[in-house]
């Protein structure tokens, strides 16, 4: 990699960049302003436009006060949805961490429902208690994002602007962003000190619960930074999404919790769809769930499963979200069950980091959806995501403080990445991700999609947003086909029709990504050793 010419219209310096405004960013860039730091947050549309606020079901959490849960039975659920790949002090660390991350969120503002004088708590799947905590009834993200952005009125906040590229000085280390604004007029950041939270890649689907800004940016600037991805091939499909017919991009979601107040799932003749499944039944984990309904439709010819909710009293006041989205669609489920299908919903895998948001790359940090901390493994247990984002938002703020007081050399040469990346047109994208890499894949259907986004990918600069983001799906699409080609098992999200069982003696790994001199996402030779 060869520096050259920064362009740029202006030009700033601070301690610290965040990228994104959900919970992890916001938590960090507070964190960081009250530990002295000039910190500036940069968002591609507008601070509430992210993830955070679609979250419906809440903060998974045990605080003490509901008999006989415990941490430790919180760790337990979440490495069992992790299907082996989870790093095991990683979800100590984060878990154990929630009960002052969720104090310290409501000392922000954050009102979460209550019955008296204890928060009200609600079950999803996987979880062996009720211990998920939540707002506005289905709105905790809502509440969550405003808390947030109400205490964070004072920070320095750039909206309309797009991460290009990490900038970095002769040694390797981070010394900026470069960022575009909705115009393509280029500007660039100097701080020894870049924080991505800019959430994940759901829009690498056809169908997505995420909204329009999770097109993988982060995941792809880390990358071109030198740093090491993973586990993303794990996808979580969320199970119930609401279905009005095929439909493109963000889908109105069906929180889990409406089975955890006692809702179940049926196919088209009414008969329950998870008994005999798992245990758990309706309350099995996600990708259990996911595929079940997957695999009954395909079975039936059906074009969605039914949530029965029609038994829950007062599902208007409890679930007022996912009651107004049924009601537009024409559908009262006080008195029907609601059609529902799964959608892409969450990257399990991101940038690799420790459990304090640092990467391989000195200077730059990663924290929330874009990141793989271990917390999630193959599988994300239900509602651990904003809890993640809380803890892990203010132990990457601990870590920056810390690596800003050890002294280093400065440099003044930048160094950026060659600006010609590999561009497809994103609905070739989504529709080959869609067709071929979604819930059940084998090796046919994952080179059929490889061979058709190769075949659409040019080189090309971005200069707007629509071409950062662009870029970002080629470079995920290429990274997730190669790590779901590679993986020859069925574990967590990630279902291989042709190699149905999990493989515990060869595979119980991550795989690590990172890019090779042409700019390629490959793994790590010294995984492939052990899976060929």
Not at 179 to 195: E, F, I, K, N, T
Not at 463 to 489: F, Y
Not at 494 to 518: C, G, K, M, N, Y
């Amino acid at each position: 990699m060869t520096g050259h010419a920064i362009d740029r219209l202006w030009e700033a310096s601070v301690d610290l960049v965040v990228v994104g405004t959900g919970v992890a960013g916001l938590t960090a860039a507070l964190d960081a302003a009250e530990a002295g730091l000039r910190v500036v947050v940069v968002t591609k549309d507008a601070a509430d436009e992210g993830s955070t606020r679609w979250a419906q079901g809440g903060v998974a959490v045990v605080l003490g006060d509901i008999p006989g849960d415990t941490v430790e039975a919180h760790i337990a659920d979440t490495l069992a949805a992790g299907g082996g790949l989870n790093d095991e002090a990683a979800v100590a660390a984060v878990l154990r961490g929630g009960p002052a991350a969720v104090r310290r969120l409501r000392e922000r503002g954050a009102s979460f429902d209550a019955r008296g004088s204890r928060l009200d708590r609600t079950r999803e799947g996987g979880h062996s208690a009720f211990r998920v905590v939540h707002a506005g009834g289905d709105a905790t993200g809502a509440e969550v994002e405003r808390a947030l952005l109400a205490a964070a009125s004072g920070l320095a906040l750039l909206t309309g602007h797009v991460a290009l590229d990490a900038v970095r000085d002769a040694s390797g280390r981070v010394a900026g962003l470069s960022v575009l604004d909705d115009a393509g007029r280029p500007g660039l950041l100097r701080a020894p000190a870049v924080l991505l939270a800019s959430g994940g890649y759901g829009q690498l689907y056809a169908s997505t619960t995420n909204p329009g800004t999770s097109t993988g940016d982060g995941v792809a600037l880390a990358l071109r930074a030198g740093a090491t991805a993973a586990d993303l091939e794990f996808v979580q499909f969320h199970p119930t999404v609401l279905y009005t017919g095929p439909a493109v991009g963000r889908r109105p979601l069906v929180t889990e919790a409406v089975r955890g107040e006692g809702a179940v799932l049926r196919d088209r003749t009414g008969i329950r769809l998870m008994t005999g499944v798992h245990p758990l039944a309706d309350l099995a984990p996600r990708d259990v769930v996911a595929a079940a309904i997957t695999r009954r439709m395909a079975e039936t010819g059906a074009d969605c499963m039914y949530l029965d909710a029609t038994g829950l009293r007062g599902f208007a006041e409890r679930f007022p979200t996912v009651f107004a989205s049924c009601r537009e669609a024409g559908i009262d489920p006080r008195r029907e069950p609601i059609p529902v299908t799964p959608a892409a919903h969450y990257a399990c895998g991101g940038v690799v980091t420790d459990v304090d948001g640092r990467t391989s790359v000195p200077g730059l940090y990663a924290a929330g959806e874009v990141a793989r901390t271990g917390l999630h493994g193959a599988n994300r247990l239900a509602s651990n995501s904003l809890l993640e984002g809380l803890v892990i938002g203010e132990r990457v703020v601990r870590a920056v403080v810390a690596d800003l007081a050890t002294p280093r050399s400065a440099s003044s040469e930048l160094v950026l990445a060659a600006p010609a990346v590999g561009v497809a047109d994103r609905g070739v994208v989504q529709r080959a991700m869609s067709a071929f890499a979604g819930i059940g894949r084998d090796a046919a259907g994952l080179a059929a999609a490889s061979d058709v986004v190769e075949a659409a990918t040019q080189p090309a600069t971005p200069i707007d947003r629509a071409g950062v983001e662009d870029a970002a799906l080629t470079l995920l699409a290429q990274a997730v086909l190669a790590a779901a080609g590679t993986r020859r098992e069925t574990r967590g999200c990630h279902v291989r029709t042709d190699f149905p069982e999990r493989d515990d003696v060869w595979q119980r790994s991550s795989l690590p990504i990172s890019l090779d001199a042409t700019g390629r996402p490959v793994i790590g030779t010294d995984v492939l050793a052990g899976v060929a």
